[in-house]
């Protein structure tokens, strides 16, 4: 089991950056897979990186080139980011760290992401 928090969202105007942090209660290395989801609203709660333990990386299309997941090297931090460039209004959600672990996903609280001018 794991519990996730994150951290660093907040109003940002187009164009912008925002860096989310996902801290977890417990080592991160050896975690199947982690991740950034995210969810607007009307809509399903979608992929938008993930870093697996190999940390092998993927995005989805629309962040490519703008959006970094990276894990602190310091593995007593258990910590993901997210490093959000070039923000767009259509990337206004709320952000949720996921973690799989034993064929379980894992959740965090979410954090608020808002992109207006």
């Known amino acids: 089991q794991v519990q996730l928090v994150e951290s660093g969202g907040g109003l940002v105007q187009p164009g912008g950056s925002l860096r989310l942090s996902c801290a977890a209660s417990r080592g991160i290395f050896n975690i199947n897979a982690m991740g950034w989801y995210r969810q607007a609203p009307g809509k399903q709660r979608e992929l938008v990186a993930t870093?697996?333990?190999?940390?092998?990386?993927?995005?989805k299309d629309s962040v490519k080139g703008r959006f970094t997941i990276s894990r602190d090297s310091d593995n007593a931090k258990n910590t993901v980011y997210l490093q959000m460039n070039s923000l767009k209004p259509e990337d206004t959600a709320v952000y949720y760290c996921?973690?799989?672990?034993?064929?379980?996903?894992?959740w965090g609280q979410g954090t608020q992401v808002t992109v207006s001018s």
């Open positions: 996921n973690a799989y672990i034993g064929f379980t996903d894992y």
């Open positions: 870093i697996m333990r190999s940390g092998i990386t993927n995005y």
